[in-house]
């Protein structure tokens, strides 16, 4: 009896200890300094530094657009090494010129952390600890890479050395993805590519300095693609002009041309001013004051009703269609589009809208046809939804999924919508129109192009343009907006001299088309206006 008892107590003794030596070491364990740790393969000390790891950015169809990935540096303490002239001449053989020696005297001096090369291998780590120096260690951080390079850019933003948000989503958004939230974009980055391409292809063709471009859903607001050029690589962070950086979808504000002239169209349609059979005389220029007239290039000395003004790109027309609806009428109108507040999108780069606020016919004139109202693409490309879409607000966003309130607020009527389609139709595909280069024969396409001289420094240059073009596919039942702009295209042989934007941006337009809706999952459909539901307008000649 009493040897077991031994027994016993022996046993308890072994598990006592047991425990305690088992929790000793968990404690131990958990005690060690979460900074450090040891790679098993390498068996290499690594200082980490205490950060939660950044959210994904993905495009629409899962592709990764921007991520965080794990870097190391070598850090050295000169106070402790032995020989710091031949350390330098070891490093110089293992890294070549791919480090920089600006630092060799500080290898001599008594500092205690220097921080000799950034994102080393793991291989060449061990290198640098066959030199036999005491006093080295890797330290180990994260960097933002952008896979897509220079694809988005602007869109995406960037991060400061610190891993925060500078500029676009990662800025916007920076609380979400600083909380290790994964970020799902509406962009879809073939689309962007294709787009990138066939715009930078026509800045070159035409030595244009900028340009930007804008896809959007046009029922609910989802983003496609938003180009920017000239644009800059996500991963360089060095030698960046402002003009790369400057986002001119979002915030870059232009005299858009006679692409406003669809807005004063849908303020005439909804008013009761652009009834069919009304006709307004177009054949002499406005006079404003000795010095100040509006015109038109194209002659047309008979009477014409709206339809013929839009195709024909009457600034007269347009104008004395403005002085007939009124400041109110076309106050009300900017507010409800969108033209007296910044865009709300999700990245920081946007602008408020720079217009004429003189109560004086020439100011009411001049916006009808975009002169007098600086606006940004973006702005554009909302605006052309609402007119397009069946009246009804959108509100832009670049996220795959988001919930909306107090969308699709009535702008415009949906006959006046419908009126317009039939109108902007005709604008690219009757022979007549400014926008018949747009064309294509697989989708049926509508919109407005527009011309605008360049303002520079207060004045209007007499060489320089900004053309645009914005519309929208299948025109008969508008699923996207197209909205292009091009900043200072010069005159070609090819374009017969002109830098207009039926010779610079119209071109554009049907490959763009012709490429993504597929993509979109859109099928082709050509048929006449009359077979889309569209209306068939007359549209008679004009002369030069």
């Known amino acids: 009896m ?3 008892k031994k027994i016993k107590f022996k046993l308890l003794i072994c598990s006592s200890s047991f425990f305690i030596i088992y929790f000793g070491v968990a404690f131990s364990m958990l005690m060690i300094k979460p900074q450090e740790k040891i790679n098993k393969q390498s068996n290499l000390k690594i200082t980490e530094k205490k950060s939660q790891i950044r959210g994904n950015i993905y495009d629409n169809n899962g592709y990764l657009i921007a991520t965080t990935i794990r870097k190391y540096d070598l850090i050295v303490n000169p106070s402790v090494l032995r020989n710091p002239k031949k350390f330098e001449l070891e490093l110089k053989k293992i890294f070549g010129n791919k480090i920089n020696f600006h630092f060799k005297d500080k290898l001599s001096s008594n500092l205690k952390y220097l921080k000799v090369k950034k994102n080393i291998s793991l291989k060449d780590y061990n290198k640098v600890l066959k030199i036999g120096e005491p006093g080295i260690k890797i330290e180990e951080s994260y960097i933002r890479k952008y896979p897509g390079k220079s694809l988005a850019a602007h869109i995406i933003g960037k991060v400061d050395v610190d891993g925060k948000g500078i500029s676009g989503v990662e800025k ?3 609380n979400e993805l600083s909380s290790s939230k994964n970020i799902h974009l509406s962009i879809d980055s073939g689309i962007q590519n294709i787009f990138k391409q066939l715009l930078l292809e026509q800045i070159i ?3 244009a300095s900028a340009g930007a471009g804008i896809i959007m859903n046009a029922n609910n607001g989802k983003i496609k693609s938003i180009i920017s050029l000239p644009d800059y690589d996500n991963n360089i962070n060095n030698n960046l002009s402002e003009k790369q950086v400057f986002n001119n979808a979002t915030k870059g504000l232009y005299e858009l041309g006679s692409t406003l002239k669809i807005f004063t169209a849908a303020m005439a349609i909804e008013s ?23 015109s038109d290039i194209k002659k047309i000395n008979f009477p014409i009703n709206l339809p013929e003004i839009i195709v024909h790109s009457s600034n007269i027309g347009t104008a004395k269609i403005a002085s007939s609806l009124g400041h109110t009428i076309q106050d009300k109108y900017f507010n409800l589009l969108g033209f007296l507040e910044k865009v709300n999108v999700e990245i920081i780069e946007t602008s408020l809208p720079n217009i004429n606020k003189q109560v004086h016919i020439s100011s009411l ?3 009808s046809y975009g002169y007098g109202i600086q606006i940004s693409p973006l702005h554009l490309a909302k605006a052309t939804s609402v007119a397009l879409n069946g009246g009804k607000s959108i509100t832009p966003t670049l996220l795959k999924t988001k919930f909306f309130q107090n969308q ?7 006959e006046t919508s419908r009126k317009l389609r039939s109108i902007l139709y005709l604008v690219v595909n009757d022979k007549y129109g400014t926008g018949k280069l747009a064309k294509s024969y697989y989708y049926p396409i509508g919109g407005k192009t527009g011309t605008a001289k360049k303002l520079i420094e207060g004045r209007y240059s007499e060489t320089e343009n900004i053309v645009a073009f914005t519309g929208g596919f299948p025109i008969n039942k ?3 907006v197209l909205t292009i702009v091009i900043d200072g295209p010069k005159p070609q042989k090819f374009s017969a001299n002109r830098n207009t934007a039926g010779w610079v941006v119209a071109p554009i337009i049907g490959k763009l088309v012709n490429r993504i809706a597929p993509i979109l999952k859109i099928k082709p459909l ?9 209306k068939k307008y007359k549209i008679r000649g004009a002369t030069l």
Request: aromatic content about 6%.
């Open 172 to 174: 916007k958004l920076n």
């Open 365 to 367: 004139m001049s916006k």
């Open 526 to 534: 050509n048929l006449e206006p009359s077979e889309l539901g569209l």
């Open 478 to 480: 508008p699923e996207y």
């Open 408 to 414: 699709n607020k009535q702008v415009f009527s949906t």
């Open 2 to 4: 009493e040897n077991i």
């Open 272 to 294: 009761g001013n652009g009834k069919d059979d009304q006709l307004i005389d177009v054949s002499s220029p406005i006079l404003l004051s000795k010095s100040q007239k509006i």
């Open 205 to 207: 063709k035409f030595q």
